[in-house]
C-alpha cells in the first residue's frame, strides 16, 4: 500500500480539462519533497511528464501541468485528447529516502 | 539518444535466484545514479532499489532489503539487480531508469528501459 494516493480513476471528454490528485502527508510531500508525474500508455513503460512538481521535459506537450500545495499535488491536463488514454502516477519521497509511487489513476477519454 | 535495454528476466521457483541486467548507452553512465522499478500484472509501480552513479551508496525498499543487491559496472556501462530468496509476490516487470544526477538524492527518473519479466512460481 503506498503512502501515497490518488484517485483510481477519472474521464473527460475529448477538449476537456481534467485533474489528477496525489494525497501524501508531512513526512513526504508537506515535507517539502517534490512531486513527479508520469504516464503509462498501455503495453509500454512510464514516461516522464512532470518533474520537481511544474517542470515539462522537453517533448511534453503544455497541456500537461503540475502543482504542488501543502501535503498535495495535482496533475492538469488540458485540451484532453484520444491518446491521453492511459495511467498516470505521481512519486515523491518519504523522509528515509525511500521512493514511492501513487497507487496510479487510469485516464478514460470518454 | 538515451538507451536502457533490461534482460535476465524469465521464470523461477520460489525460493530461487536471479541476475537482471540493464544495458545503458547514449550517455556518460557513470555520471548518473540508476535504480529498479517492478510493476506486479494489472497493478502499480513499485519503487525497488536506487544506486549512485560511483555504486558507493545503495537503497532498497523494505519490500526486498536483505533479499535484493543493487549494483554496477561502469565500465561496461551495466546495472544488475540480484534477487535471491525469490517469492510468488516478486513476479513483476522491472524496470531499469536513469535519474538526472549522480547522486542518489529525492529526484526523478527520467529515461526508463522497456522492462523485462520475472516470473516466481513452482
Known amino acids: 500500500q503506498s503512502v501515497l494516493t490518488q484517485p483510481p480513476s477519472v474521464s473527460g471528454a475529448p477538449g476537456q480539462r481534467v485533474t489528477i490528485s496525489c494525497t501524501g502527508s508531512?513526512?513526504?510531500?508537506?515535507?517539502?519533497?517534490?512531486v513527479h508525474w508520469y504516464q503509462q500508455l498501455p503495453g509500454t513503460a512510464p514516461k516522464l511528464l512532470i518533474y520537481g512538481n511544474n517542470n515539462r521535459p522537453s517533448g511534453v506537450p503544455d497541456r500537461f501541468s503540475g502543482s504542488k500545495s501543502g501535503t498535495s499535488a495535482s496533475l492538469a491536463i488540458t485540451g484532453l485528447q484520444a491518446e491521453d488514454e492511459g495511467e498516470y502516477y505521481c512519486?515523491?519521497?518519504?523522509?528515509?529516502?525511500?521512493?514511492?509511487f501513487g497507487g496510479g489513476t487510469k485516464l478514460t477519454v470518454l | 539518444e538515451v538507451q536502457l535495454l533490461g534482460s535476465g528476466g524469465g521464470l523461477v521457483q520460489p525460493g530461487g535466484s536471479l541476475r537482471l541486467s540493464c544495458a545503458a548507452s547514449?550517455?556518460?553512465?557513470?555520471?548518473?545514479?540508476m535504480t529498479w522499478v517492478r510493476q506486479a500484472p494489472g497493478k502499480g509501480l513499485e519503487w525497488v532499489s536506487t544506486i549512485s552513479g560511483s555504486g558507493g551508496s545503495t537503497y532498497h525498499a523494505d519490500s526486498v532489503k536483505g533479499r535484493f543487491t543493487i549494483s554496477r559496472d561502469n565500465s561496461k556501462n551495466t546495472l544488475y539487480l540480484q534477487m535471491n530468496d525469490l517469492r510468488a509476490e516478486d513476479t513483476a516487470v522491472y524496470y531499469c531508469a536513469k535519474t538526472p544526477s549522480k547522486y542518489s538524492g529525492t529526484y526523478h527518473f527520467d529515461y526508463w528501459g522497456q522492462g523485462t519479466l520475472v516470473i516466481v512460481s513452482s
Open positions: 512519486q515523491s519521497y518519504d523522509s528515509d529516502l525511500s521512493s514511492w
Open positions: 547514449g550517455f556518460t553512465f557513470t555520471n548518473y545514479a
Open positions: 508531512s513526512s513526504n510531500i508537506g515535507a517539502g519533497y517534490d
